[in-house]
């Protein structure tokens, strides 16, 4: 058997992945506003938290990370990795509920997509960032069934730093 790696020589770092560079606008702190939530005991209620997007590896990968402020607002972490034969991203996606998902997403200009597209629960987000890049309107809507499809709350995106 070959071992992969014979050489005693340290291994340098991967460079930053060229297929993320699109995903800069999102890099920083993020407060977040949520609103019309279809899960909330008082749907016209409105929660904020905080959100960061950060490099991984020096641009290899990014995360998101979500901070836990209520019972309906669960702490999460994404890992954001390109599939640059595709041109999209695939999102690995944990919260403290102990949900596990994979997405989908797309950035493309000003519009940004993630979406989920399983049997019995299909989800679909909508961002459109604003011409500064310092807002990012958007909203969640889920489906049972994948050809209807029910709003599930709104979110807004300010930019922090």
């Known amino acids: 058997m070959t071992k992969r790696n014979q050489s005693t020589e340290p291994q340098p770092r991967p460079k930053t992945n060229p297929a993320l560079e699109r995903l800069g606008i999102l890099a920083g702190a993020w407060n977040v506003e949520m609103s019309s939530m279809s899960f909330h005991p008082d ?3 409105v929660v904020q938290y905080p959100i960061s997007f950060d490099w991984i590896e020096g641009g290899t990968f990014m995360a998101q990370h979500e901070e836990a402020i209520s019972p309906e607002i669960p702490y999460g972490t994404w890992i954001i990795g390109p599939d640059d034969a595709a041109g999209t991203y ?5 919260d403290s509920r102990g949900v596990s998902r994979i997405y989908q997403m797309s950035l493309d200009g000003r519009e940004w997509k993630v979406w989920r597209d399983f049997p019995g629960f299909s989800q679909r987000f909508t961002g459109t960032f604003s011409e500064d890049g310092n807002t990012i309107n958007a909203s969640w809507e889920n489906s049972n069934d994948g050809a209807t499809w029910k709003h599930d709350f709104n979110l807004t995106y300010t930019r922090v730093n």
């Open 43 to 45: 749907p016209s209620a």
């Open 90 to 94: 695939c999102v690995l996606h944990y």
